[in-house]
């Protein structure tokens, strides 16, 4: 995910603004950029926002490296699961963005919901809603909670659809076609309605109806949805996802 914003930083800022900081030399070298080290204190005490895109169970180690304060510092975070408390805690920062981005940030279509400290000032948050629009859509939520419910809705998301369309190709499959005439008959059948949905001004509840004609073969199925409760699993689902989201949170 930290390429992914950089990829997409690169396209609305300067390349000579952003610096890269990994340990892996390989990794910084498929980025296609010389401003990189693989040494944090060299970038983190040159820089004014500093993103931390690092895995959760790292993040004590990396802290504890630091020799520089972050306390005038703007950092965002991108980890699942490390409160706003303990990023302060062990930084000693107070200007602090903690987002969640998905999967698609890496096309440039992701979405990311995030929350700020009181310290940040209303020309950094402008600021980062212009680094979260370079991967997608963004929306900024009104407590640190409702990272876990982003988390289990956009985090989790692109999974759920991904397993609705996995269980859709091999449908295709049994009923005959090929596996690359699967895969194309579902891909465009979702990415079709995904780009009617963004470019029509109904909803999703509306364009739903819409298909649906009484009697007809969506009908027959959208019944067999609803006999099986279908919502109420998505909805269950959810639930459980977020349940998980907040036990990472606590760990």
């Known amino acids: ?55 959760p169970q790292s993040f004590t180690e990396w802290s504890a490296g630091l020799k520089y304060p972050l306390r005038k510092k703007l950092v965002i975070s991108i980890m699942a699961g490390v409160s706003i408390k303990k990023i302060a805690a062990q930084t000693n ?23 700020s400290t009181p310290h940040v000032k209303e020309s950094e948050k402008k600021l980062a809603q212009k680094m979260f629009r370079s991967l997608g ?9 409702m990272i876990d419910y982003i988390t289990a809705l956009s985090g989790s998301g692109p999974a759920y659809f991904f397993y609705v369309c996995e269980a859709m190709t091999e449908k295709a499959r049994k009923l005959g076609f090929s596996k690359a005439d699967s895969r194309k008959i579902i891909e465009q059948t979702f990415i079709g309605s995904a780009k009617l949905l963004e470019s029509s001004k109904l909803g999703a ?21 609803e006999k ?21 949170g606590r760990s």
């Open 1 to 55: 995910m930290g390429s992914a914003f950089y990829n997409g930083l690169s396209k609305k800022f300067d390349r000579r603004l952003l610096w890269i900081c990994d340990h892996d030399e390989e990794k910084l070298q498929r980025l296609n950029t010389k401003q990189t080290s693989t040494y944090s204190n060299q970038i983190v005490e040159k820089s004014q926002v500093i993103l931390i895109a690092i895995k």
């Open 93 to 115: 920062a107070k200007k602090i963005i903690r987002c969640m981005p998905n999967l698609a940030a890496q096309i440039q279509e992701g979405m990311i919901g995030w929350i």
């Open 137 to 145: 859509k963004e929306i900024e939520l009104t407590h640190e909670g």
């Open 205 to 225: 509840d509306e364009l739903r109806k819409a298909v649906t004609s009484k009697g007809g073969t969506t009908e027959a199925a959208i019944k067999n949805f």
């Open 228 to 248: 099986h409760k279908l919502a109420k699993i998505i909805d269950l689902s959810i639930e459980k996802a977020m349940e998980r989201a907040q036990e990472l």
